[in-house]
T-cell receptor, first 116, second 117 residues
Framework: DGGITQSPKYLFRKEGQNVTLSCEQN?????MYWYRQDPGQGLRLIYY???????QKGDIAEGYSVSREKKESFPLTVTSAQKNPTAFYHC???????????????FGDGTRLSIL | AQKVTQAQTEISVVEKEDVTLDCVYE???????LFWYKQPPSGELVFLIR??????QNEISGRYSWNFQKSTSSFNFTITASQVVDSAVYFC??????????????FGQGTILTVHP
């Protein structure tokens, strides 16, 4: 079945440590996104990529980094510079174009990151 | 810049009651798209509906219905005869069609719906 796979489902980070969240999709979507969700809040955009080897900062990119070397993969690294990383992280994909930007984004199951 | 507001933080109903979740949005674009997503306890977001700014027709899908009113910038969601399985967090979201923000969803803060048996 086509979909988005995020791993791991739960992740713990020590102080000063970088951690990487995996996101893989087999929907053949061009665009991929990372969102952060804090308790009682909506999702906020961290980074997005509209095409391979290209990505853009979202609204809260500080302390995060991404890469897009393959169409199906968009890993997110939470660096030690991110002082409050505890949150639920969502990866999504879609095929937006300037004519069809209304295509719904499909989401993975999410990764819950906590500080040790 | 765009903004989506879901004024109801939490709603609690008894099974078989009807419930309406409110969504109000702000955008300067004339062409935009509105979405509703459901987040069950397992965490993944599930797409429910998409509506474009040109189409103000209300839509019904089974027990779900949506009321889009451009004049009041609202896109409300009604569940008829609610069931326990409807318990989830519901998000309203907006995408502008033009400029550099296309493809970027702006979410409301979500409404937690609890349906009691």
């Amino acid at each position: 079945d086509g979909g988005i796979t995020q791993s791991p489902k739960y992740l713990f980070r020590k102080e000063g440590q970088n951690v990487t969240l995996s996101c893989e999709q087999n929907l053949n979507h061009d665009a991929m996104y990372w969102y952060r969700q804090d308790p009682g809040q909506g999702l906020r955009l961290i980074y997005y990529s509209q095409i391979v080897n290209d990505f853009q900062k979202g609204d809260i990119a500080e302390g995060y980094s991404v890469s897009r070397e393959k169409k199906e993969s968009f890993p997110l690294t939470v660096t030690s510079a991110q002082k409050n990383p505890t949150a639920f992280y969502h990866c999504a994909s879609s095929n937006p174009t300037r004519l069809i930007s209304n295509q719904p984004q499909h989401f993975g199951d999410g990764t819950r990151l906590s500080i040790l | 810049a765009q903004k989506v507001t879901q004024a109801q933080t939490e709603i609690s109903v008894v099974e078989k009651e009807d419930v309406t979740l409110d969504c109000v949005y702000e955008t300067r674009d004339t062409t935009y798209y509105l979405f509703w997503y459901k987040q069950p306890p397992s965490g993944e977001l599930v797409f429910l509906i998409r509506r474009n700014s040109f189409d103000e027709q209300n839509e019904i899908s089974g027990r779900y219905s949506w009321n889009f009113q451009k004049s009041t910038s609202s896109f409300n969601f009604t569940i008829t005869a609610s069931q326990v399985v409807d318990s989830a967090v519901y998000f309203c979201a907006l995408i502008n069609a033009g400029g550099t923000s296309y493809g970027k969803l702006t979410f409301g803060q979500g409404t937690i719906l609890t349906v009691h048996p």
